[in-house]
């Protein structure tokens, strides 16, 4: 059998239950009821055979369910002899072994089910047993003591046997209150006991007298026990009924506390409206109350101590890095503000130590995250291992630490503890891929009380000089003064600014203009941005520009600048300021080429400027290529296949340039003015222009000089069959207003070399 059919079969038995037991009651005058019951009982064994066979069941479960059939089928059989006390007795110890056999076989599962905190889960199972213990003593036990007063050991046995059913209920709330997920299989065996349960009351509150009852009815809930018995013992999920179950971190509160509310209500008011018959049942009914405060107040204070656990835990996850650890940044403000408070008392100078590792981005993007927490992990564990106990050890971001020592007292034994974190850097770490250098960036900030007010204040400083360090080169230690603060000051108020410097107009373009050596005229312009501020004051494109590129608002100024030069391109063409096949020149960082827009922007910027793609040059730096090498040359083709040209800005400042050639769909070669300033004079410069000239003229690329500035230069150049050139000696980067008249002087004067600039 197929573990799809034993399933389907499992359901058909407590479906054959529920249509049994409503028969059993119905033809219980008559043969139909106890056919019923038979069918049942053969039902259990037979399932009990295939589940033996098939599912391979645990020895003890399996033992149990042979136990409790047989005792079944003693006590039902000298349960309808009716022969006397003998008979009765044997039926009472039948069924007592059953409940012995419930409880046994329910301890083994639950046991494995409870979950990890199993306190207040047995408490609630206390309360629910204790109480409803209660009610079956005043409702059913005491009075069947005294219809069977003249058995004393038949009641003995059927008082063993209720106590015994308390305990089966408590261990079945216990397994299904608990934290444990509650298969199908493990509510079908819950449902057979209860059934059972209720049975064995409907018994006992017949002959108590307490309620009259056909033996159909008192017996229904058995055929219903029996049926969902097999159902459990086909269901193919029974193999695991006695396997930890996966845990729930949080189960639905509002059920359990209507049902444990009630199992403490319903007793309190049944004992209430109830009084005591004698000295027995006063005894029984103050034990057990006895009993069910003392579990209830147990219970509060469970509750009470895990609210306190809770909120202890709460507390901790929100001041500890989960990944690491250590404390996170809420908790060191915490302790430096502790060691600020403190430093007067002790005179003490508290030193903070703010570490980034560098390049960290690089192990993400090459090993994975999983390296990369595992670096993190790594180096927090080295800074605890080699570190001053005292000190006291965070991480406040990704790759940042913070190290507190509360006991420096002054700047030099700041630096030793700065040195011995940044040697311990030295040694590779230990990961599961293997071994890996890192190093890390280190600011120093010691508390002086001119300087710093608050703990904030300290870490702010340590902050600054860390990235002071960066600044440097990585790798090494930067103390923190006054002047790195202002210049952080300056950087955030030029960063704020930029962000409105679009909206507000601020920004403009100015254009220097690119000569034909041969022919002394203007071929072409390269635009250059600049930022005159509302104040008056002027920010230098080499502040603001890497600011832009950082916090990537170089993405709409650079958009801007692209349409705004060629249009101005597109308005010289038409008025005849320059010829129709001029150029323009505008630098692309590596946060634009990056862009996956910046394409489709380029493509619509010519389109509305009407100006063909071959006269637009975007400059592009060897670092960007280097850099992000598979990202450049896929946008740089892209831009290609549009039309448009692609320069090397300052060609020969970088490391890879001949390789760069051969890779990337290169069209033109701007020389670095560093070449051309000793090329009037000095032999080398020369040499090393003229095969950079040599070369683009074997592979066909264009060349352009930058930062020319002497007759003598320009002279120079053109001996050496260099086409382009641009720099003050022709023009200074000018509004686009005088380009008109600047183009027109210097076409005007013809070729080179020249006697005069022109003005």
Same mark, same amino acid.
């Given at each position: 059998?197929?573990g799809?059919?034993?399933? %389907?079969?499992?359901w058909?038995?407590?479906?054959? *239950?529920? +249509?049994g037991?409503?028969v059993?009651?119905l033809?219980?005058?008559?043969?139909i009821?106890?056919?019923?019951? *038979?069918l049942?009982?053969?039902a259990?064994?037979v399932?009990t055979?295939?589940s033996a066979?098939?599912?391979?069941l645990?020895?003890r479960?399996?033992?149990?369910f042979?136990v409790?059939i047989? @005792?079944?089928?003693?006590?039902?059989?000298?349960?309808?002899?009716?022969?006397?006390?003998?008979?009765h007795?044997?039926?009472e110890?039948?069924?007592f072994v059953?409940?012995?056999t419930?409880?046994l076989?329910?301890?083994l599962?639950?046991q494995?089910?409870?979950?990890?905190?199993?306190?207040?889960i047995l408490?609630?199972?206390?309360?629910?047993?204790?109480?409803?213990?209660?009610?079956?003593?005043?409702?059913?036990?005491?009075?069947l003591?005294?219809?069977?007063?003249?058995?004393?050991?038949?009641?003995?046995?059927?008082?063993?046997?209720?106590?015994?059913?308390?305990?089966?209920?408590?261990?079945?709330?216990?397994l299904?209150?608990?934290?444990?997920d509650?298969?199908?299989?493990?509510?079908l065996?819950?449902?057979?006991?209860?059934?059972?349960?209720?049975?064995?009351?409907?018994?006992?509150?017949?002959?108590?007298e307490?309620?009259?009852?056909?033996?159909?009815?008192?017996n229904? &809930?058995?055929?219903? @026990?029996l049926?969902?018995?097999c159902a459990t013992?086909?269901? &193919?999920?029974?193999?695991?009924?006695?396997?930890?179950g996966?845990?729930?971190a949080?189960?639905?509160?509002?059920?359990?506390?209507?049902?444990?509310?009630s199992?403490? +209500?319903? &007793?309190?008011?049944?004992?209430?409206?109830?009084?005591?018959q004698?000295?027995r049942?006063?005894?029984?009914?103050?034990?057990?109350?006895?009993?069910?405060?003392g579990v209830?107040l147990l219970r509060?204070?469970?509750?009470?101590?895990?609210?306190?656990?809770l909120?202890? !835990?709460?507390?901790?996850?929100?001041q500890?890095?989960?990944?690491?650890?250590?404390?996170?940044?809420s908790?060191?403000?915490?302790?430096?503000?502790?060691?600020?408070?403190?430093a007067?008392r002790?005179n003490?100078?508290?030193?903070?130590?703010?570490?980034?590792v560098d390049?960290?981005?690089?192990?993400?993007?090459?090993?994975g995250?999983?390296a990369?927490?595992?670096?993190?992990?790594a +180096?927090?564990?080295r800074?605890r291992?080699?570190l001053?106990?005292?000190c006291?050890? *965070?991480?406040?971001? *990704?790759?940042?630490?913070?190290?507190?020592d &509360?006991?420096?007292n002054?700047p030099?034994?700041s630096?030793?503890?700065?040195?011995?974190?940044?040697?311990s850097f030295?040694?590779?770490?230990?990961?599961?891929?293997?071994?890996v250098?890192?190093?890390?960036?280190?600011g120093?900030?010691?508390?002086?009380?001119?300087?710093?007010?608050s @703990?904030?204040?300290?870490?702010?400083?340590?902050?600054?000089?860390?990235?002071?360090?960066k600044?440097?080169?990585?790798n090494?230690?930067a103390?923190?003064?006054?002047?790195?603060?202002?210049s952080?000051?300056q950087?955030?108020?030029?960063e704020?600014?930029?962000y %409105?410097?679009?909206?507000? %107009?601020?920004?403009?373009? +100015?254009?220097?203009?690119?000569i034909?050596?041969g022919?002394?005229?203007?071929?072409?312009?390269?635009?250059?941005m600049?930022w005159?501020?509302?104040?008056g004051?002027?920010?230098?494109p080499a502040?603001?520009?890497?600011?832009a590129?950082?916090?990537?608002?170089i993405?709409?100024?650079g958009a801007? @600048?692209l349409l705004?030069?060629?249009?101005h391109?597109?308005e010289?063409?038409a008025?005849?300021?320059c010829?129709?096949d001029a150029?323009?020149?505008?630098?692309?960082?590596?946060?634009?080429?990056?862009?996956?827009n910046?394409?489709?922007?380029?493509?619509?910027?010519?389109?509305?400027?009407?100006?063909p793609?071959r006269?637009?040059?975007?400059?592009?730096?060897?670092?960007v290529?280097?850099?992000?090498?598979?990202?450049?040359?896929?946008a740089?083709? !892209?831009?290609?296949?549009?039309?448009?040209?692609?320069?090397?800005?300052?060609?020969g400042?970088?490391?890879?340039?001949l390789?760069?050639?051969?890779?990337?769909?290169?069209?033109?070669?701007k020389i670095?003015r560093?070449?051309i300033?000793?090329?009037?004079?000095?032999a080398?410069?020369?040499?090393?222009?003229?095969?950079?000239?040599a070369?683009?003229?074997?592979?066909?690329?264009?060349?352009?000089?930058?930062?020319?500035?002497?007759?003598?230069?320009?002279?120079v150049l053109g001996?050496?069959r260099?086409?382009?050139?641009?720099?003050?000696?022709?023009?200074?980067?000018?509004?686009?207003?005088?380009?008109?008249?600047?183009?027109?002087?210097?076409n005007d004067?013809?070729?080179w070399?020249?006697?005069?600039?022109?003005s």
């Open positions: 059998m197929t799809r059919t034993l399933e %389907r079969a499992a058909s038995c407590l479906g054959a *239950g529920i +249509v037991s409503v059993h009651v033809g219980g005058a008559t043969n009821g106890s056919v019923v019951y *038979g049942a009982l053969l259990i064994v399932s055979v295939i066979t098939r599912h391979q645990d020895r479960i399996l033992s149990g042979f409790i047989a @005792a079944i089928i003693i006590g039902q059989l000298f349960s309808a002899a009716s022969l006397g006390a003998v008979e007795l044997v039926a110890v039948a069924f059953v409940q012995i419930l409880v076989g329910l301890l599962v639950a494995r089910r409870i979950g990890r905190e199993p306190l207040g408490a609630d199972a206390s309360i629910l047993s204790l109480g409803a213990w209660l009610v079956v003593w005043i409702v059913v036990l005491r009075p003591f005294d219809t069977v007063s003249n058995e004393p050991f038949v009641a003995g046995v059927r008082g063993l046997t209720f106590s015994l059913s308390a305990v089966v209920l408590f261990l079945l709330v216990t299904l209150l608990g934290d444990s509650n298969s199908t299989v493990v509510w065996a819950s449902s057979a006991i209860l059934s059972s349960l209720i049975g064995d009351v409907l018994w006992a509150l017949h002959e108590a307490v309620i009259t009852t056909s033996l159909a009815v008192r229904a &809930p058995y055929v219903m @026990a049926f969902a018995a013992l086909l269901h &193919p999920g029974i193999r695991n009924l006695t396997a930890q996966s845990y729930h949080a189960r639905p509160m509002a059920g359990r506390l209507v049902v444990v509310i199992g403490l +209500v319903v &007793p309190i008011a049944v004992f209430a409206l109830t009084d005591a004698d000295t049942d006063r005894i029984v009914r103050t034990v057990s109350v006895l009993f069910l405060s209830v509060v204070v469970i509750a009470v101590r895990a609210n306190a656990q909120q202890s !835990k709460l507390i901790e996850s929100a500890t890095d989960a990944l690491t650890g250590l404390a996170n940044r908790l060191m403000l915490e302790h430096v503000d502790t060691a600020l408070r403190t007067w002790d003490r100078q508290p030193t903070v130590l703010f570490i980034d390049r960290f981005k690089n192990i993400n993007d090459s090993l995250h999983a990369g927490d595992d670096v993190l992990i +180096v927090a564990t800074l291992l080699i001053p106990t005292h006291v050890v *965070g991480r406040i971001a *990704g790759d940042e630490f913070v190290v507190l &509360p006991q420096t002054g030099n034994e630096m030793v503890l700065a040195d011995r974190v940044l040697e030295h040694e590779p770490l230990a990961l599961r891929q293997g071994d250098f890192v190093s890390a960036s280190i120093v900030s010691t508390y002086r009380p001119s300087v710093t007010n @703990a904030d204040d300290l870490l702010r400083h340590a902050d600054t000089a860390m990235y002071r360090a600044e440097s080169g990585r090494c230690v103390i923190f003064d006054e002047s790195m603060l202002a952080v000051t950087r955030l108020a030029v704020t600014a930029l %409105r410097a679009l909206e507000r %107009r601020e920004l403009r373009l +100015v254009h220097q203009p690119i034909d050596v022919l002394g005229e203007v071929v072409g312009f390269e635009a250059l600049r005159d501020r509302d104040d004051s002027s920010i230098s502040e603001f520009i890497p600011i590129e950082e916090t990537g608002t993405v709409p100024i801007w @600048a705004e030069a060629l249009t391109l597109s010289w063409i008025s005849g300021i010829p129709r150029t323009m020149a505008v630098n692309v960082s590596p946060r634009q080429l990056s862009d996956p910046f394409v489709n922007l380029v493509s619509e910027a010519l389109t509305r400027a009407h100006i793609a006269q637009l040059w975007l400059e592009v730096t060897e670092g290529m280097i850099a992000q090498p598979d990202q450049a040359l896929d740089l083709t !892209k831009l290609c296949d549009l039309g448009v040209r692609v320069a090397i800005d300052d060609f400042t970088g490391y890879s340039s390789s760069l050639l051969q890779k990337f769909p290169i069209h033109c070669l670095d560093s070449f300033s000793g090329v009037a004079d000095n080398d410069a020369r040499s090393l222009v003229r095969t950079i000239i070369m683009c003229e074997s592979m066909g690329l264009d060349i352009v000089a930058e930062g020319v500035e002497s007759v003598r230069q320009l002279q001996e050496m260099c086409a382009k050139a641009q720099g003050y000696l022709i023009s200074h980067p000018v509004p686009p207003e005088s380009i008109a008249s600047t183009v027109a002087t210097i004067l013809g070729p070399p020249r006697t005069r600039r022109p």
